[in-house]
C-alpha cells in the first residue's frame, strides 16, 4: 500500500506566500546591479522572511495524474489548463529571484542549465539555496561541474555519502553474505566468491547513481527524436521520486523510470560481470600453473551465461530494491523526518544501505545456483560419485 500511495499520493505545493503590507515592495522591474544588467519581468507582490529558509522537502510534490513532465516550461499541471501551471512557475521563478537577490548573485552568474530551469520557472528557490550551499565546498563545486551529480547533489546533499556507504560496505557485507551461504566450502569456492565481490563492487556505484531521486535540470528533447525517445526522456530518475512543486509524474512515466533505469542496470551488470568473471578465470589459471593438483579441481567461470545472468539479475531484483530504497525509504520516510538531523539521518540510511546490499548478497548466490551458472561444492563432488558407481 505504501508503495502505491507513492504513485497516486496528491500533488502538494508550497504555502502562498503572505503579503505584508508592512514590508517595503521590492520594485523587481527596474535593472538592479544585483541582476547585472538583466530586466526580469515579476510580479511586484512582496514576500515575508518566512519564506526564507523552507527545507527543501517541502517544495516537492508527489503528482502523478497528469501527462505533463518535469520539462514542460510552465512547470505546470497539463490537466489544469494554464492557470495552476503559470501559477506555479511563477511562483518558482519569484522565489528562486529573490534568493539570487539575497545572495547578490545574477542569472548570468549560474551554470547554463540551473538559469535555464529558473527562466522556465522549473525549480523553487529552496533548490538555489541548496545550489549556493554546495557551492561553499570545494569537492562538491567540481562535482556540479557533471550534470548528472549535480541533478542528483541537489536532491539529496546526502547523496555523495550514500556514494561512499553503499561502495564501503559493499566489500564487507558481499564476502559475509557469501561466506553465509557457503560456509565449509567458502575457501573451496574462492575464486566464484571473488567473482562475486568484483561484480558487485563495479555495479554499486551505478546502484546508487541510476535509482537516486534528482532535480531535473535537462532542456527539452529534440522535435525531431522520436515518441519512445520523448517518453523516456521525460520519465523521473528514481519511480518513487517527489516531484518538484509545480510538476508532476503520470503513472506511465514512474512505470517507464523502472524500465529505463532497468535497461541501463541491465548494461552495468553484465559488463561488471564480463569484468569478474575474467578476473577470475585468470586467477584460476594462475592456480593452475602453479598447483598442477588443482587442474582437476577448479573450473572456469562461464563468461557469458554468468554475465547474462547478472545483468538479469541487476535489472530486476537490485533495480526495484534500490528504487524503493531511494525513493520510498530514504526520501519519503526518513528524509522528512529527520531533515534537521543530518548525523541520525546518515546513521540510518547506512542500515538500510547496508541491509539491502547484504541481502541482495544472499538473493544472488541463491538465484545463481538456481539456474545452474553457479553450483555448490557438494554437487560437484556428487557427480563423480554417480558416474563412478554407473
Known amino acids: 500500500m505504501s508503495i502505491a500511495t507513492c504513485f497516486f499520493a496528491p500533488s502538494l505545493y508550497l504555502p502562498n506566500n503572505n503579503v505584508n503590507n508592512s514590508i517595503p515592495k521590492l520594485n523587481l522591474h527596474c535593472r538592479s546591479p544585483l541582476l547585472l544588467h538583466r530586466h526580469v519581468h515579476l510580479p511586484s507582490t512582496s514576500i515575508t ?11 516537492f510534490s508527489s503528482g502523478g495524474d497528469d501527462n505533463n513532465n518535469s520539462n514542460n516550461n510552465n512547470g505546470g499541471n497539463g490537466g489544469n489548463g494554464d492557470g495552476e501551471g503559470d501559477n506555479a512557475g511563477d511562483k518558482n521563478r519569484k522565489e528562486a529571484m529573490m534568493v539570487l537577490v539575497e545572495a547578490k548573485k545574477s542569472l548570468e552568474s549560474l551554470p547554463k542549465d540551473l538559469a535555464a530551469a529558473i527562466r522556465d520557472g522549473r ?69 566464484i566468491v571473488i567473482a562475486d565481490v ?51 509524474y503520470s503513472f506511465l512515466q514512474r512505470l517507464g ?32 600453473a602453479v598447483d598442477k593438483n588443482a587442474a582437476g579441481e577448479v573450473e572456469n567461470v562461464p563468461i557469458f551465461s554468468t554475465s547474462a545472468a547478472y545483468g538479469v539479475y541487476m535489472a ?34 547506512f542500515a538500510a544501505r547496508t541491509g539491502n546490499t547484504y541481502v541482495g548478497s544472499l538473493l544472488w548466490v541463491d538465484y545463481a545456483r538456481l539456474i545452474g551458472v553457479q553450483k555448490a561444492h557438494e554437487e560437484e563432488k556428487e557427480l563423480p560419485a554417480v558416474n563412478d558407481e554407473l
Open 123 to 191: 525549480i523553487p528557490g529552496a533548490v538555489l539555496t541548496r545550489y549556493f550551499e554546495l557551492e561553499t565546498s570545494g569537492l562538491f563545486r567540481w562535482l556540479m561541474q557533471f550534470g548528472g551529480f549535480k541533478e542528483r547533489l541537489l536532491a539529496d546533499d546526502l547523496f555523495l555519502a550514500k556514494v561512499f556507504m553503499e561502495c564501503g560496505v559493499g566489500i564487507f557485507t558481499k564476502t559475509a553474505a557469501e561466506y553465509d551461504r557457503r560456509r565449509e566450502n567458502f575457501f573451496k569456492e574462492l575464486e
Open 198 to 248: 568484483v561484480m558487485a563492487i563495479i555495479a554499486d556505484f551505478m546502484l546508487v547513481y541510476l535509482p537516486a531521486p534528482t532535480v531535473s535540470l535537462r532542456s527539452s528533447v529534440a522535435a525531431s527524436a522520436g515518441p519512445i525517445a520523448k517518453f523516456f526522456h521525460n520519465c523521473p530518475d528514481n519511480a518513487f521520486q517527489v516531484a518538484l512543486a509545480g510538476t508532476s
Open 257 to 288: 523510470a523502472v524500465v529505463r533505469n532497468g535497461a541501463k542496470l541491465f548494461a552495468v551488470g553484465a559488463t561488471s560481470s564480463l569484468v569478474g568473471t575474467a578476473v577470475t578465470n585468470a586467477a584460476i589459471n594462475a592456480r593452475k
Open 49 to 59: 522572511s518566512s519564506s526564507k529558509r523552507i527545507s527543501p522537502f517541502l517544495v
Open 316 to 349: 530486476v531484483s537490485s533495480n526495484l530494491r534500490y528504487q524503493v530504497l531511494a525513493g520510498v525509504i530514504e526520501q519519503r520516510i526518513l528524509e522528512p523526518l529527520l531533515h534537521k538531523h543530518k548525523l541520525i539521518l546518515g546513521a540510518l540510511c
